[in-house]
């Protein structure tokens, strides 16, 4: 609390974005869950301007389109409460679900999590799986961007000066789905590597399927190697293709060792992970 | 020397509208402690993970600390221990702890009992399981947390 800070809680998206272009040191406080420690952990020395979204009303979760359109300021138990995310987007209501604890969740923002941009930040997975497209606002106006393209390297996203996460877009698609994490606790702990699993049906009797591995890479990424495999399998996963796909997930996460966990530990642990999701699905 | 910038708050606490100006930087938990005498809630981390500064914030629970008080509504209302304790539930939550031996240092407790009491306000006879999730953001370093699961079985039993 040693610098003067200044705050702001700009009326409109233009001039929230306008007031973050113009201070280059200010950031956007939504939950605070992230912002605030690192803060108060003296992680971000020339903070200025913290500028509250309150006013901009991005909590709704809603049809938009052949979309569903999820604010970035709702809260992860918003998210995993809503009937509309509970019907299509399982993975996400289960990875919503593990963030953090109770009191994280009831505070703690989707935006914010994205925005965070950590390789193993709990709902990145299950957004990948789903397809996101985050819909950012800035200085020259409104533009989409596939989550898949959004994160450039450990906490380093395409935002530019001024702009903010407005909704994401998730195409509206009833899915089945699930999330797993490994932490070393079951709660209050940043994932060591974790996992996300979606699929739907598609034209034709085939199953799309789709899966993210957190922590094991820069970003959190796809399994596509996996996912080719699944996809092109018939329509019920015989245990050779199941124990073929762990495998494959296993060669394509490139984890390190770190305060957290080790590499041999991460790379082991998706196969596992893997499994885990598609027998979950299986049963459900 | 600047004057420091403070910005002025008015939300309901514990039934009643108050008003503050606090500094931009100040969290709901700071201002509740410094700012207006309500010392029940505790800081034991200041980061967020430990739970003992939990308080009701529009009906849900949330770590004051990570609150900044400066992002207070007029229609927000947040209900510390304070609040709750004329409340026959908050009550019953209380006197099992004592009962059940789940208080030690007491520092955990004014969290425990906070979740414990919007816990059974939302389900009256949760499982053993669900006790444990719905208390998993409240860290105790003294009592190895199954006095206090009792203390709260024994609270839904009552």
Redesign the interface.
């Known amino acids: 609390?040693t610098k003067?800070?200044?705050?702001a809680?700009p009326l409109s998206v233009s001039e929230a974005t306008t007031l973050l272009a113009n201070h280059p040191t200010a950031r956007i406080?939504a939950?605070?869950?992230d912002l605030?420690?690192k803060?108060?952990?003296g992680i971000l020395p020339d903070l200025t301007h913290?500028v509250?979204l309150?006013n901009l009303k991005l909590t709704s979760i809603a049809q938009e389109g052949d979309h569903i359109a999820i604010g970035s300021g709702c809260t992860m138990?918003q998210i995993a409460e809503h009937p509309l995310v509970k019907k299509k987007f399982p993975a996400l209501v289960t990875a919503a679900l593990q963030v953090?604890?109770?009191?994280?969740r009831?505070?703690a923002t989707l935006g914010g999590n994205v925005a965070n941009a950590s390789p193993a930040g709990d709902t990145i997975p299950a957004l990948l799986t789903l397809e996101a497209q985050v819909r950012l606002a800035g200085i020259k106006g409104v533009r989409l961007v596939p989550l898949a393209k959004f994160f450039t390297g450990p906490g380093k996203t395409e935002m530019e000066a001024g702009d903010l996460i407005e909704a994401f877009l998730i195409p509206d698609r009833e899915t089945k789905g699930t999330f797993f994490k490994l932490g070393e606790r079951?709660?209050?702990a940043i994932s060591k590597v974790s996992l996300a699993l979606s699929s739907w049906a598609m034209p034709g009797s085939r199953i799309a399927w789709r899966i993210a591995l957190g922590a094991v890479a820069p970003t959190v990424i796809r399994a596509r190697r996996a996912e080719t495999l699944l996809e092109g399998a018939s329509e019920s996963l015989t245990e050779k293709i199941i124990e073929q796909a762990c495998q494959l997930v296993c060669e394509e996460a490139t984890p390190i060792s770190d305060i957290r966990s080790e590499k041999e530990y991460r790379k082991k642990m998706v196969g596992v992970l893997l499994k885990r999701a598609l027998e979950k699905l299986k049963k459900a | 020397m600047n004057k420091p910038e403070l910005v002025t708050v008015s939300f309901k606490l514990n039934g009643k509208k108050v008003e503050a100006e606090i500094p931009p930087g100040r969290t709901l938990l700071e201002m509740l402690r410094r700012d207006l005498g309500l010392v029940a809630t505790k800081e034991g981390c200041a980061k967020g993970e430990c739970g003992a500064c939990t308080v009701i914030f529009n009906g849900k629970t949330l770590n004051s600390c990570l609150k900044l008080a400066a992002q207070l509504l007029p229609e927000d209302e947040v209900v510390t221990l304070e609040g709750i304790e004329k409340d026959p539930l908050a009550h019953r939550v209380q006197k099992a702890f004592v009962e059940e031996g789940a208080v030690q240092c007491g520092f955990c407790t004014p969290g425990m009992v906070v979740s414990s009491y919007v816990l059974l306000k939302e389900t009256p006879r949760p499982t053993e399981e669900h006790m444990k999730e719905a208390l998993s953001g409240n860290l105790c370093r003294c009592t190895g947390y199954s006095k206090i699961i009792k203390a709260v079985k024994r609270a839904s039993e009552e």
């Open positions: 609390m003067q800070l200044h705050f809680r406080i939950g605070g869950t605030l420690v803060w108060k952990n913290l509250d309150g138990s953090g604890a109770l009191q994280i009831n505070l079951r709660a209050h």
